[in-house]
């Protein structure tokens, strides 16, 4: 079930893109662009659906113009579904839930006429309150209604009072215990059991030894008994299936009135589970978040603090994590398109782990359910940030809004492929890391029966190499079609080159030349030389890049995304301007 294409029609500050991607499910999905791209209006388009259309308020319409009808379509499965102002395609068959920080402004009138501003945090509605209710049961009704032997029938007051008995019947349509033909296995059951005698410690070991299949063979009970022992809520089998016995009769007698129980329990167990949620995120001399119950709308609501008594690592974090459960809990049968709108911007390390792990775990509770969800995380990141923390580097797929043309850089690609490929020679690959993609004072030719057929003839000289990828770098600087594979070498063998010159001894440039990569050679010489440039560092987002071959990894799009930020352009136009004149 893949998503192939999403297309959006004047959205905020889109007018009409399409996006041309191949989303799987139950994998996370990097959808990277710049800022500026639209990211904010691609979760504003998934936002403004409701079950029947897309409603977006004035400020979202394209250029602020009503005029400007909206419309979102998805290719499913080869068909397109679409929503717009008079019908939902879309939620007919997906499930989206849209995730954001939550932070919005607020304005309060002062008594002088005037107001205030301030940020706070949006309260998440987490569910309806229903109305408190029980089930009314009383053990020495039920043994006598029994028989002779109701006494072998364990008392349930406690498991009806306890949460997790919504989850015990959870998976079980205990209509079905009211057929005909059940209730005669039923009755033919208790009449067996009625006719023994001793205490109810035998007897109970005579249904193990004797009536355990037949039991098996009532679905309902079967499917609640197994639910009984797997949450430990009793002891034996035996005990399960008349424990499940009694829970089905309840329901016989007052299935509304079983219902409005297990509704009540369910809002129980959920209150108790975000409130376990939210401390487990809160340090012990400050709640980060609170739960409120709204009397009056009949709601639970995750509160925050003010906005400014929080970090939006924390702001963040916590936000994501309660709507990603809320989307668990009210999720239908339907695969679920989850849009994380770039809620990245502040989280450390620790944070970022933890929202790893919970985007993970999200989706193997939808695979445990057989069921697919899409989660869909906007970033304007480095997508490497998340392989070097929980993502499994062989799930997570990265799509970047922005592709461009890999066309100007398809002798860089074949070169960087060639030097990665087991059928070159290992002298070749050897000189082609060493003179090649970093600096070395020394020019190295390799020979024309060397050198392989498919990259350019005129590179074998590794001097002319280094001079069009010089060339390339002045083309960017000038704003001109440039080769951005080209301009990162360009970049590494500048910078390299300059620490070279830097360091005194012949020990120290021999050790410098032997490091294999621009990041270790940087880190040697900054141990000889007291002040190595803070800019040659800081470009490494340029010149670390890994030019690694991978066969489909997309090498173009992330440089040239960095490329054409202007405090980067500024930060490489100040490099060649270092020795006074232009690279």
Same mark, same amino acid.
């Given at each position: ?6 297309? @959006? ?16 499910? =139950? ?7 710049? =800022? ?50 008079? +019908? ?40 309806? @309150? ?12 039920? *043994?006598?209604?029994?028989?002779? =032997? ?12 306890? /949460? ?13 215990? =009211? ?46 008994? &197994? ?62 978040? +609170? ?6 709308? +009949?709601? %639970? ?73 899409? /989660? ?20 997570? *797929? ?18 960087? !492929?060639? *030097? ?11 000189? %082609? ?11 190295? !030719? ?25 060339? &390339? ?21 500048? @910078? ?66 960095? %490329? ?13 301007? &270092?020795?006074?004149?232009? @690279?």
């Amino acid at each position: 079930m893949c998503i192939s294409a999403i297309e @959006i029609k004047n959205v905020k500050g889109i007018d009409h893109k399409q996006f041309t991607l191949e989303l799987m499910p =139950n994998k996370p999905n990097l959808l990277v662009a710049p =800022n500026g791209f639209g990211k904010s209006s691609i979760a504003t388009a998934f936002a403004s659906m409701n079950s029947r259309r897309m409603t977006l308020a004035d400020n979202d319409h394209h250029k602020e113009d009503t005029n400007h009808q909206p419309e979102l379509s998805i290719t499913f499965n080869g068909q397109i579904l679409t929503a717009d102002a008079s +019908k939902n395609e879309i939620r007919q068959q997906i499930d989206v839930t849209v995730i954001r920080s939550g932070l919005v402004p607020k304005a309060t009138r002062t008594y002088q006429g005037g107001a205030t501003a301030r940020l706070e945090i949006e309260s998440i509605a987490i569910r309806k @309150i229903p109305a408190k209710h029980s089930v009314t049961y009383q053990t020495s009704s039920v *043994r006598s209604a029994f028989g002779v =032997n109701g006494k072998v029938l364990p008392n349930i007051s406690n498991l009806l009072q306890n /949460p997790l008995l919504s989850e015990v019947v959870s998976g079980c349509d205990l209509a079905k215990y =009211n057929g005909a033909r059940l209730q005669q296995n039923v009755s033919s059951l208790i009449a067996q059991i009625n006719e023994q005698t001793g205490t109810a410690d035998q007897i109970d070991q005579w249904i193990t030894e004797n009536l355990l299949d037949d039991f098996r063979a009532i679905t309902p009970l079967k499917v609640v008994s &197994e639910n009984l022992l797997r949450l430990t809520l009793v002891s034996t089998e035996t005990e399960a299936y008349l424990t499940s016995y009694q829970i089905a009769e309840i329901h016989k007698a007052d299935s509304k009135s079983f219902e409005k129980a297990i509704n009540w329990l369910q809002y129980i167990a959920e209150k108790k589970y975000y409130q376990d949620l939210i401390q487990s995120f809160c340090s012990s001399n400050w709640q980060w978040a +609170k739960l409120s119950e709204d009397k009056k709308k +009949k709601t %639970l609501f995750v509160v925050f603090p003010q906005a400014h008594q929080l970090s939006n690592g924390q702001r963040d974090v916590l936000t994501l994590v309660v709507q990603m459960h809320k989307a668990l809990y009210e999720g239908s049968k339907k695969p679920l398109v989850l849009v994380i709108d770039e809620v990245f911007d502040y989280l450390d390390d620790a944070n970022l782990v933890a929202f790893q792990y919970y985007v993970t775990s999200l989706i193997q509770e939808y695979k445990n359910r057989e069921q697919a969800v899409y /989660p869909l995380i906007l970033t304007h990141l480095d997508p490497g940030i998340f392989f070097d923390f929980c993502f499994n580097n062989h799930q997570i *797929r990265t799509h970047y809004l922005q592709a461009t043309s890999s066309k100007k850089c398809r002798d860089m690609l074949k070169l960087i !492929e060639i *030097r990665e490929n087991d059928a070159t020679d290992q002298s070749v690959k050897d000189h %082609l890391d060493e003179f090649w993609f970093h600096f070395n004072p020394i020019s190295h !030719e390799i020979s024309e029966g060397e050198w392989p057929n498919a990259l350019k003839a005129e590179w074998r000289k590794s001097e002319d190499f280094h001079a069009y990828v010089a060339d &390339e770098l002045g083309r960017y600087m000038r704003s001109k079609n440039f080769d951005a594979l080209a301009v990162c070498v360009a970049i590494r063998v500048t @910078i390299e080159s300059r620490v070279y010159s830097l360091l005194v001894t012949n020990e120290q440039k021999e050790k410098f030349i032997s490091e294999h990569s621009t990041k270790k050679k940087l880190n040697y010489a900054a141990a000889h030389i007291p002040d190595i440039p803070e800019i040659y560092f800081l470009l490494g987002l340029i010149h670390n890049a890994n030019l690694h071959w991978k066969q489909g990894k997309d090498y173009v799009t992330p440089l040239l995304s960095k %490329l054409s930020h202007p405090a980067i352009k500024n930060l490489i136009a100040i490099l060649g301007c &270092e020795s006074g004149g232009e @690279i």
